[in-house]
């Protein structure tokens, strides 16, 4: 067995690899053409990315490859109709990172709330504003509104609960109800919407679920409201969300993911957002903490070991 790891990796995860195969080759600088040349080339048993694309030229470049792992939760960065097509099985890693973006929701939620990031700025230019920054409205009592409450969002969940916040929450599956507790609430969407006063977003990038938050859901929040997207960035609408922001519609949004974001090692942004004084940007970090990315990790060498001694793919997507 052939492992390319097409993508940065924790290093004592590929070393619990190596046990496991004939090959382990971890060349994270690999995208596009040259990661197609060089799966020609290496021809792998097993892929394994992050945020790597893989096409369908690349599927067709692989020879004998089995699987491939998407070392995170989504598979939006792999053609899987492709991979389905040449019989090659898509696996992830669903809630390793759930906790990761959770604790960056509820850091959005108490900046915003407090303007934490500009009170540090203004501290930095020597300015000083209390009267301004002591204008908040406190989180406990209020309602927080979760689009989604899978993995993430009942970790989300929980964490609210814990700040004597309120829960609405909306998510497809019917019949569906992984948290019991009287201030936890199944909601139809546009209930929340209107009543919430914290809405964080945490579904899938899929057809069904593009610009969920268009400008006529957005029109039906309250104007102290607060917006939080740390899924994919295809749920919104930006210009939408920048105008509604711009014209004072809501308070404040939180975004880490934008339409056209850049490269990892991209040296700037030229997001519409970044222009936007209200709008409260990060890196798309929502997984990357040590212990994310090492649950991570030791999922993915668990689908390689489950493979290696039963030959089944677990955590398959396709």
């Given at each position: 067995?052939?492992?390319?790891?097409?993508?940065?990796?924790?290093t004592?995860?590929?070393?619990?690899?190596?046990?496991?195969?004939?090959?382990?080759?971890?060349?994270?600088?690999?995208?596009?053409?040259?990661?197609?040349?060089?799966?020609?080339?290496?021809?792998?048993?097993?892929?394994?990315?992050?945020?790597?694309?893989?096409?369908a030229d690349?599927?067709?470049?692989?020879?004998?490859?089995?699987?491939?792992?998407?070392?995170?939760?989504?598979?939006?960065?792999?053609?899987?109709?492709?991979?389905?097509?040449?019989?090659?099985?898509?696996?992830n890693?669903?809630?390793?990172?759930?906790?990761?973006?959770?604790?960056?929701?509820?850091?959005?939620?108490?900046?915003?709330?407090?303007?934490i990031?500009?009170?540090?700025?203004?501290?930095r230019?020597?300015?000083?504003?209390?009267?301004?920054?002591?204008?908040?409205?406190g989180?406990?009592?209020?309602t927080?509104?979760?689009?989604?409450?899978?993995?993430?969002?009942?970790?989300?969940?929980?964490?609210?609960?814990?700040f004597?916040?309120?829960?609405?929450?909306?998510d497809?599956?019917?019949n569906?109800n992984?948290?019991?507790?009287?201030?936890?609430?199944?909601?139809?969407?546009?209930?929340l919407?209107?009543?919430?006063?914290?809405?964080?977003?945490?579904?899938p990038?899929?057809?069904?679920?593009?610009?969920?938050?268009?400008?006529?859901?957005?029109?039906?929040?309250?104007?102290?409201?607060?917006?939080?997207?740390?899924?994919?960035?295809?749920?919104?609408?930006e210009?939408?969300?920048?105008?509604?922001?711009?014209?004072g519609?809501?308070?404040?949004?939180?975004?880490?993911?934008?339409?056209?974001?850049?490269?990892?090692?991209?040296?700037?942004?030229?997001s519409?957002?970044?222009?936007?004084?209200?709008?409260?940007?990060?890196?798309?970090i929502?997984?990357?903490?040590?212990?994310?990315?090492?649950a991570?990790a030791?999922e993915?060498?668990?689908?390689?070991?489950?493979?290696?001694?039963?030959?089944?793919?677990?955590?398959?997507?396709?």
């Amino acid at each position: 067995m052939k492992i390319l790891i097409a993508d940065k990796f924790e290093t004592f995860g590929i070393e619990a690899l190596k046990p496991l195969a004939d090959q382990v080759a971890c060349e994270p600088g690999l995208k596009d053409e040259s990661l197609t040349q060089r799966v020609a080339e290496f021809d792998p048993t097993v892929l394994i990315v992050r945020s790597t694309k893989v096409n369908a030229d690349t599927l067709k470049a692989a020879k004998q490859l089995k699987f491939i792992i998407r070392a995170g939760s989504g598979v939006d960065n792999i053609d899987v109709k492709a991979a389905t097509e040449r019989g090659v099985k898509v696996a992830n890693c669903p809630g390793m990172n759930a906790i990761a973006v959770a604790e960056l929701v509820l850091g959005h939620m108490l900046n915003m709330d407090r303007r934490i990031a500009d009170n540090v700025r203004d501290v930095r230019a020597h300015k000083w504003n209390k009267k301004e920054y002591s204008k908040a409205r406190g989180l406990k009592g209020s309602t927080l509104g979760i689009v989604g409450l899978g993995r993430i969002g009942t970790e989300v969940a929980k964490r609210a609960l814990a700040f004597d916040m309120n829960v609405l929450w909306y998510d497809v599956i019917p019949n569906y109800n992984p948290l019991t507790h009287p201030n936890c609430k199944r909601s139809d969407l546009d209930t929340l919407f209107r009543e919430a006063d914290i809405i964080t977003l945490h579904v899938p990038g899929t057809g069904d679920t593009k610009q969920l938050v268009d400008a006529a859901r957005l029109a039906t929040m309250k104007p102290h409201a607060l917006l939080i997207n740390t899924s994919r960035a295809s749920v919104i609408d930006e210009p939408a969300l920048i105008a509604a922001l711009k014209e004072g519609r809501i308070r404040a949004a939180a975004v880490d993911v934008y339409d056209n974001e850049p490269a990892a090692d991209a040296k700037d942004i030229t997001s519409p957002l970044a222009d936007v004084p209200n709008l409260y940007g990060t890196h798309h970090i929502g997984a990357s903490t040590d212990q994310a990315q090492t649950a991570v990790a030791e999922e993915t060498v668990r689908i390689v070991r489950e493979f290696k001694s039963t030959g089944k793919v677990i955590n398959t997507v396709n």
